[in-house]
């Protein structure tokens, strides 16, 4: 496949592997916020190729990972209401909920069906008059774009039955949030493609605020290689600054129609993160003038509060504080198929990658 | 006979004889009168014997039908454990308003396979329910083999060694990629059928030319990784792949990319895994390279001493991780 | 479903196309795009065309990866 193999030419990736082994001098932390990074670091068998002084670390970057609890409840109740359809990424089927999921919701009866895009949950309102049609809006600044172009389309063709259940939330405050709290970090592995969209002036606060190396890196193996021979060598120049290694893709200023389309739609708030807490600016809401667009305003969903397992670390995993075979529950209350926090549950999570592919010596 | 089936044809008067006799009889070369058994003669021997249901969706799919899958899949578990398949019984359970010329299509599909493939329906049972209370068709087949001495270590492992080779007949993941891509009206622009199909003439085509078989099972749900860790957790050995060898045809890689998901945990209906002392398997491979269902036959991995009971995959990329038993359901209703 | 991969268009009908990921078709709405035709490549993410790929880029990317394969080989 093209723009695919060319990148894991296994020559190439063994090359980069030696070059990291010989410029690196010392101990390295670097965190990647990404869960398409954490899903390829481990599919690829990356830190098997790397010397023992590198350590790579998930940060809070998978976005069915990091959604609230209750925001799961809410989709079940929906899915149970009278006339309302949730049409979701496949993503969402299996989370688990304070009691349910998704999945078990449709085996019991609830009308759930996986959708591949926003497009396509609009599409089934359109046909189906019948139906009031809930979107769950879940993903980071990679994601929102679509879901404002679909709201966007919605309004222009005065499309009633159509609704989101909005949950977007925004990588750089985030970012921040992990660094003021402290964790040991000496550079970031940025993510790909929410940088597609935003650009890599989003990270720029990073290097000049806290002295941070940064690089913006694919989903190829010699990919992410390449961003650890890089950041290695800002460290080593003492010059940390935002470089991009992904260029077939990214620009400096970003995809600015995209952009546009999310501002048009969404504005900044105050989000809960699953495991983080509430992070200042962490979130998307949509504007007031799409509200009737909004499940949350549409439709009267109470649920109980959900209260976190007090043995669960999810909290400092997904600061990069601990690692997940540290967690009492991990490999043993908490599995890929019984999943009780957040960085289980999804494939992109850390703990879920490291279960099912790290291997251990 | 009418158009659709209708609960009459499950009534087990003149309509279910006419549904029998109009459907399935003459196609399965069975005798009139029918009587409640078929009687069957088998020389003392051990006898292989086996069930399986079949609740595919769509029931037809590109590459066969549900009723080429039940034949298909009672074979290959007869033929995996070492036995020369002999016999099949077949029941249906049959949703009222199922048209009756796709039932006349399935029906020809098991007895074209089941000629194929040398084994005798010998028997069978319909049922038909109300509407909404199965879906479409559901099809049980039941298979008996003889299985000579010779070959009972097969299927239990017990000869499995460190340095085994492991071999499988093909590219893994076809059966899976071909139903998600029905099920979401997903085209291709190479076809993409499912691998569907009866491994016995292959499969007795090594036995008979080799005694380097060590085991054997076929790839259904849950793929290649869900074998190999069933069978590192048998022999408590551990099992190395390289997935450079495992041949995945390009619109497979495609899907699984897109979808994220693994194409070595894709369920199969054609493919088998052979465990081979070390000493054999490139004969063995050759074997099996030489018969239709069996040309892209490949040598994947080896069983080793370290991390007993774990699947190592050595990735295409030169890094290092495991291949873990499959979890929770990836897709619904696949065979 | 944070996963983009590169996809062929194979065909444009207004604001949807219809994009090749290794043979299989999907639909790709283009608002976020601009002058894609038939034969390029975009990144695919969740039924949308977040970017086009520069092919210019990309291959000297590539060619700097075997600019330091040959020095290492030397």
Not at chain 1, 58 to 73: H, M
Request: with cysteine.
């Amino acid at each position: 496949m093209k723009y695919v193999d060319e990148f894991r030419e296994k020559k190439l990736i063994m090359n980069l592997a030696d070059q990291i082994k010989r410029s690196a001098r010392g101990e390295y932390t670097f965190m990647e916020v990404c869960g398409g990074h954490t899903a390829a670091i481990h599919r690829f068998g990356i830190p098997s190729l790397l010397p023992p002084g590198i350590k790579l670390i998930s940060g809070p970057g998978c976005p069915v990972c990091v959604t609230a609890v209750d925001y799961i409840d809410r989709l079940i109740a929906l899915s149970f209401t009278r006339g309302v359809a949730v049409a979701t990424f496949g993503d969402l089927m299996r989370v688990p909920g304070t009691v349910s999921s998704l999945s078990e919701a449709h085996a019991g009866g609830a009308d759930v069906r996986v959708v591949l895009s926003a497009y396509e949950a609009l599409e089934i309102a359109w046909s189906h008059h019948d139906l009031n049609v809930v979107f769950p809006a879940i993903g980071f600044e990679t994601t929102a774009p679509g879901t404002a172009v679909t709201v966007l389309k919605a309004a222009s063709e005065g499309t009633e039955n159509f609704f989101v259940l909005n949950a977007h939330k925004v990588m750089p405050p985030a970012m921040e949030e992990i660094i003021r709290g402290g964790t040991h970090i000496d550079g970031f592995i940025c993510p790909g493609h929410v940088s597609v969209i935003t650009g890599s002036s989003a990270f720029e606060f990073i290097p000049r605020n806290y002295s941070l190396a940064c690089v913006i890196t694919g989903f190829e193996p010699t990919d992410i290689l390449s961003a650890i021979l890089m950041l290695i060598r800002q460290i080593s120049d003492n010059n940390p600054r935002v470089e991009i290694q992904y260029n077939r893709a990214v620009t400096a200023a970003g995809n600015v129609k995209a952009q546009e389309f999310m501002n048009e739609v969404f504005e900044p708030c105050d989000a809960e993160w699953r495991g983080l807490g509430v992070i200042n600016s962490g979130g998307l809401t949509l504007r007031e003038k799409f509200v009737n667009f909004d499940a949350g305003a549409s439709f009267n969903i109470e649920v109980p509060h959900h209260e976190p397992d007090p043995v669960c670390i999810c909290g400092e995993i997904l600061r990069g504080v601990s690692r997940p075979d540290q967690c009492v529950l991990f490999a043993t209350a908490c599995t890929p198929v019984h999943p009780v926090g957040a960085c289980m549950v999804s494939d992109e999570g850390a703990c879920n990658a490291f279960f099912k592919y790290h291997v251990h010596e | 006979m009418s158009e659709k089936i209708s609960l009459s044809h499950g009534g087990g008067g003149r309509q279910t004889h006419d549904l029998i006799q109009g459907v399935f009889t003459k196609r399965f070369g069975m005798k009139d009168p029918m009587t409640d058994s078929a009687i069957l003669t088998v020389p003392s021997a051990m006898i292989a014997f086996t069930t399986d249901s079949y609740v595919i969706d769509p029931i037809f799919f590109p590459g066969g039908n549900i009723g080429k899958l039940a034949i298909c899949g009672t074979v290959n578990d007869l033929a995996v454990s070492g036995a020369d398949p002999k016999y099949i019984a077949a029941a249906f359970i049959i949703e009222e308003g199922f048209g009756t010329s796709d039932l006349e299509k399935i029906a020809s599909s098991m007895a074209d396979e089941a000629e194929a493939a040398g084994v005798k329906i010998v028997t069978g049972d319909t049922k038909v329910v109300e509407k909404g209370q199965c879906d479409g068709l559901f099809i049980t087949t039941t298979g008996v083999g003889i299985l000579r001495e010779e070959y009972a270590h097969i299927s239990s492992a017990i000869r499995v060694r460190s340095g085994d080779r492991l071999i499988i007949n093909g590219s893994s993941g076809n059966h899976a990629v071909t139903i998600l891509a029905a099920r979401r009206n997903l085209t291709f622009d190479v076809p993409l059928i499912s691998d569907c199909a009866a491994l016995n003439h292959m499969i007795r085509k090594v036995l008979d030319n080799n005694d380097g078989v060590h085991f054997m099972r076929d790839l259904t749900r849950g793929g290649l990784a869900a074998v190999l860790n069933e069978l590192a957790a048998m022999t408590g050995r551990g099992i190395t792949v390289e997935e450079d060898s495992v041949p995945v045809d390009e619109p497979v890689r495609g899907l699984c990319e897109i979808l994220g998901f693994d194409p070595l945990a894709m369920a199969n209906e054609g493919k088998v895994i052979v465990v081979a002392a070390p000493g054999e398997a490139d004969k063995i491979l050759n074997i099996m390279r030489s018969c239709p269902e069996g040309k892209d036959s490949s040598i994947i991995g080896i069983v080793t001493e370290e991390r007993p009971g774990r699947v190592v995959l050595n990735s295409s990329t030169g890094g290092t991780r495991f291949l873990d038993m499959p979890s929770g359901i990836q897709l619904p209703r696949i065979c | 479903m944070c996963l983009s991969v590169p996809a062929r268009i194979v065909s444009v009908d207004g604001e949807m196309a219809e994009v090749s990921v290794g043979g299989a078709i999907f639909r790709a709405g283009l608002q976020m795009v601009e002058n894609v035709r038939v034969g390029d490549y975009v990144l695919l993410h969740a039924g949308f065309a977040i970017e086009k790929l520069n092919e210019e880029d990309a291959l000297e990317t590539l060619r700097l990866l075997k600019e330091m394969d040959d020095a290492m080989t030397e």
